[in-house]
């Protein structure tokens, strides 16, 4: 898995301070995405340990919320196995951090993904530039939903967080 950066102290992309990490890869390709330079997978830097050590170090921090997985897309297919080995670790590591994902597929695409079982919020849907809002919260545009991915599992339907 590639990504671009690593932003530290963000506070756009999920609730509280948070850690962002920029995946590369994306096969939505959405018109006008704010960030389509992430959406070719073999480019970016490989994330390795040392990428790794960076979120360790940042997540450490009692001010820190959480970790937010962006891009690209975190669950572009080339992406889902090295995502969910990394959400596990860090549900291991710092069991009182959120974990924010946002993609492009529907939860009714990625519901059943192992990963599933350590994010907290999924923001779901493509960007859609004739829907998109800058009064939104945490979301570009109003097709997309704030999936609280917990309660959602356990009660088998779309519970949004807001």
Known sequence: MNYHNITKDDMLNGDGLRVVLWVSGCNHCCKNCHNSITWDANEGLHFD?????????????????????????????????????????????????????YTGYMWEEVKQLEVMKNIDVLVDGKFIEELADPQLHWKGSSNQRVIDVQKSLKQQKVILKC
């Open 49 to 101: 340990e040392s990428a790794e050590q960076e979120i360790w170090e940042q997540l450490q921090h009692e001010y820190i919320s959480g970790v937010t997985f962006s891009g690209g897309d975190p669950l572009f297919p080339d992406n889902r196995k090295e995502i969910t080995i990394l959400a596990e670790k860090i549900k291991q590591r710092f069991p009182q951090k959120t974990i924010w994902c």
